[in-house]
């Protein structure tokens, strides 16, 4: 059930832009991104919902196919405080009980 | 907001003892969760409550492990007798119906 993330890791330079990619095996009601610094907690990027809604913060995009039960990430113009190891959680039932995949590393050099 | 309040940060313990992990969620949310992370295992839900009341603690690795919400305000997660596997970073988080988590800065256990 764990969602399936890639890239496991991708390294960038300032400015370039990347997608990360997540996979479920289950229809899905809802997925979240969420991005974790190093001895950090996870912070929240975006949740979309089946349906079409969205919320999330501004410079953040990302997709959602429902019929594929497969969500993307686009970073673009990426900053040096991009760097973190990004999450989605996947949620089956409107509970709001996620599943985690295993994390994209994402390294954004000068 | 202070946001969601952990207590304590770090703990370390010898194996066999009992430990009580604490958590204060973001006054006004309706949703507590517990995670615990691992290197091996990566950010597992334990369980979570909606309205101070158990939904799912399918989770919870163990009877060893035990969690509970008496009030809208505060959390905890207990594990008797701790095991050297119990080591990890556990996390709670807090949410308003089922839209972001806010999660709290963490409890790093060590479990010796």
């Known amino acids: 059930q764990q969602p399936v993330q890639s890239p496991q890791a991708v390294i960038l330079r300032e400015g370039e832009d990347a997608v990360i990619n997540c996979s479920s095996s289950k229809a899905l009601y809802s997925v979240h991104w969420y991005r974790q610094k190093h001895g950090e907690a996870p912070v929240f990027l975006m949740i979309?919902?089946?349906?079409?809604e969205q919320k999330g913060h501004e410079k953040i995009s990302a997709s959602f196919n429902e019929k594929k039960q497969q969500s993307s990430l686009y970073l673009t113009a990426s900053q040096l405080s991009y760097s973190g190891t990004y999450f989605c959680g996947t949620d089956l039932g409107s509970q709001g009980n996620l599943i985690f995949g295993k994390g994209t590393k994402l390294s954004v050099k000068p | 907001d202070a946001g969601v309040i952990q207590s304590p940060r770090h703990e370390v313990t010898e194996m066999g003892q009992e430990v009580t992990l604490r958590c204060k969620p973001i006054?006004?949310?309706?949703?507590l969760f517990w995670y615990r992370q691992t290197m091996m295992r990566g950010l597992e839900l334990l369980i979570y409550?909606?309205?101070?009341?158990?939904?799912?603690d399918s989770g919870m690795p163990e009877d060893r492990f035990s969690a509970k919400m008496p009030n809208a305000s505060f959390s905890t997660l207990k594990i008797q007798p701790s095991e050297p596997r119990d080591s990890a970073v556990y996390f709670c988080a807090s949410s308003l119906r089922i839209y972001e988590q806010y999660f709290g800065p963490g409890t790093r256990l060590t479990v010796t």
């Open positions: 006054s006004g949310h309706d949703y």
């Open positions: 409550f909606n309205n101070n009341v158990p939904i799912d």
């Open positions: 979309l919902l089946k349906g079409g």
